[in-house]
């Protein structure tokens, strides 16, 4: 794995604690979500979404705009970047010419500028020393998801990586996280997903699983206390002390 600066893991405190749940809990899986939550790919995303818009000869976007606009999937992000909208249409045949050049751009820089959080190469390694099965579930396509981890050396830190194509839906819905609850044979209590946004607590919370938010990563540009997760952490490193090695 690359080298990324550690964030020193603070006391676990009630402040950062929803109090439906007693940490720390005992789980055999952690599964992570990528954009925002292990890495910062608004830069590169953002100059894809910008590449994009020069060709069509459209105005671009500042990045901060395009943070807000990042966890539903680069079709969704193109609309958007499109559009100026969060949920808007854009006309057909506009949107299908700009997802193609998007896609070209994307695939070309998908790490150019993209890097691991602070903690989060530290983070990994406590967790896999710890013992806990690690999954990546993630709403980016497989086609930038295998690429992305590869090339900032996170791939073989995971067991399974779900990307946003691999199954027939994506998070919110719980079907990802009940997936990988399957294929580690484990029941979803045992399991925790830790993630950036509103999509991944209500996933865990569809799935019956206990769910951390870290206070960095994208969101839509809202806290996500707001979306009351179990727990909240300012790096992946301070996640292992909210948790414990389940043994049946």
Wanted: proline residues 7%; charged residues 20%; hydrophobic residues 45%.
């Amino acid at each position: 794995m690359p080298q990324s600066t550690g964030c020193a893991g603070a006391a676990v405190s009630a402040a950062n604690i929803h109090m439906s749940l007693s940490f720390p809990i005992a789980v055999k899986m952690v599964m992570i979500d990528l954009d925002g939550t292990l890495v910062h790919t608004a830069p590169d995303l953002a100059a894809s979404a910008n590449r994009m818009l020069r060709e069509l000869g459209r105005p671009e976007w500042p990045t901060e705009k395009v943070m807000t606009w990042i966890g539903n999937g680069v079709p969704r992000l193109v609309k958007r970047a499109l559009t100026g909208e969060m949920m808007a249409e854009p006309e057909a045949s506009l949107y299908d010419k700009a997802l193609a050049i998007f896609q070209k751009h994307y695939a070309a820089g998908v790490s150019e500028f993209s890097r691991p959080f602070p903690g989060v190469v530290e983070g990994l390694r406590q967790l896999a020393a710890a013992g806990f099965q690690l999954a990546c579930i993630t709403n980016k396509a497989e086609a930038f998801t295998l690429p992305l981890l590869k090339n900032l050396g996170l791939h073989d830190a995971f067991k399974l990586v779900l990307s946003g194509d691999s199954l027939p839906k994506q998070k919110p819905d719980p079907l990802p996280l009940l997936h990988a609850c399957r294929h580690f044979g484990i029941t979803p209590d045992h399991g925790v997903l830790v993630g950036d946004s509103s999509n991944d607590v209500q996933a865990a919370r569809a799935a019956g699983m206990p769910v951390i938010g870290v206070t960095y990563g994208y969101n839509h540009g809202h806290d996500i206390r707001e979306s009351h997760p179990d727990a909240v952490v300012d790096s992946l490193a301070e996640v292992p002390q909210y948790l414990q090695l389940y043994k049946a």
